[in-house]
Nanobody, 127 residues
Framework: QVQLVESGGGLVQAGGSLRLSCFAS????????NGWFRQAPGKEREFVAA????????AYADSVKGRFTISRDNAKNPVYLQMNSLGPEDTAVYYC????????????????????WGQGTQVSVSS
């Protein structure tokens, strides 16, 4: 089993920044695809960003494009989500997800394509 732990959430004022981290342990994959999703109260979980195992392919939701950046270090663990210019609409629980990769630049955007999830970290943005 793969265990994922997110960290870095918190309360920030509008216009501020946060960096989320996702650390994997247990039976990790040599090559993995990572995604970040979020769920606001009363809303469905939505895609935020994803990165291929080689970091050569990334994808973002339109709502965060230009403000958020997903990345991983050379050791592939942890995976980060740098969030800038935060607004109240970004308030949600943010989840990290992972799946094994078969191909270079392979990437997935749907929640049901990821079998492993973290417990989530709360991000709250005040206006």
């Amino acid at each position: 089993q793969v265990q994922l732990v997110e960290s870095g959430g918190g309360l920030v004022q509008a216009g501020g920044s946060l960096r989320l981290s996702c650390f994997a342990s247990g039976r990790t994959f040599s090559n993995s695809i990572n995604g970040w999703f979020r769920q606001a109260p009363g809303k469905e979980r939505e895609f935020v960003a994803a990165i291929s195992w080689d970091s050569g392919n990334t994808a973002y939701a339109d709502s965060v494009k230009g403000r958020f950046t997903i990345s991983r270090d050379n050791a592939k663990n942890p995976v980060y989500l740098q969030m800038n210019s935060l607004g109240p609409e970004d308030t949600a629980v943010y989840y990290c997800a992972v799946r094994p990769a078969l191909y270079v630049r392979e990437i997935y955007l749907k929640a049901d394509e990821y079998p492993y999830w973290g417990q989530g970290t709360q991000v709250s943005v005040s206006s």
